[in-house]
């Protein structure tokens, strides 16, 4: 018989929420190497000590962004199926969508780092390695080919995501996603022949 997890405490996520996005907000603004704990906790309305019971330093913030975003990731891709998928992406970009809006204000700092490419490399690097491995073990697809359409895709969604957050949101995610996942099965054409 397993042992039964303990509930994580609420204040425990808002407090590691507001971190994160404290985090987040302030990588959008400078480098890295310039994040004070004094600022971070400024800017997450906690106290430095606050702080340290969570973590013991900037880079501890990063390993648990780039952890959560593996473990979130790794479940939005738990049940896909690649095959159905390479025809009717819709679904894989709707998960993507609904992953951004559980927390809306962190992806916005996230894909607003404009000078800090480094961690952003780093997690669309973490994104394509688990998408590899997903994806080589259900199609019978050459290596060099997987990471072509991965990078394809990916790159291609991560820069219309960043432009959505960008912009005045006044088209809803959901179409955005939509159209990402016409234009990866059919190409522009699709989407302006939809368009009519």
């Known amino acids: 018989m397993e042992p039964k997890k303990k509930p994580v405490d609420r204040r425990v996520l808002k407090t590691k929420r507001a971190i994160r996005n404290a985090f987040a907000k302030l990588m959008s603004e400078k480098d890295i190497n310039y994040i004070t704990i004094r600022e971070l906790a400024e800017t997450a309305d906690i106290n430095r000590k ?29 049940n896909v199926d ?40 780093r ?23 997987a990471d072509i359409m991965i990078d394809y895709v990916l790159s291609g969604m991560l820069s219309v995501y960043q432009h959505w957050f960008a912009s005045d949101r006044t088209v809803p995610l959901e179409t955005v996603s939509q159209i990402i996942s016409q234009m990866s099965v059919g190409g522009i054409n699709s989407v302006l022949n939809g368009a009519k």
Do not use: C, H
């Open 50 to 78: 606050t702080f340290y019971n969570y973590y013991s330093g900037v880079y501890q913030v990063v390993e648990d962004i780039e952890n959560d975003i593996s473990r979130s990731y790794e479940e939005l891709l738990g």
């Open 82 to 121: 690649f095959r159905q998928s390479i025809t009717a992406p819709y679904s894989l970009f709707e998960r993507f969508s609904l992953l951004i809006n559980m927390d809306p204000e962190f992806f916005g700092y996230l894909l607003s780092m404009n000078g800090n490419i480094s961690l952003i490399t």
């Open 123 to 145: 997690i669309m690097t973490l994104l394509k390695d688990k998408t590899r491995e997903v994806m080589t073990a259900q199609l019978d697809i050459d290596d060099r080919k």
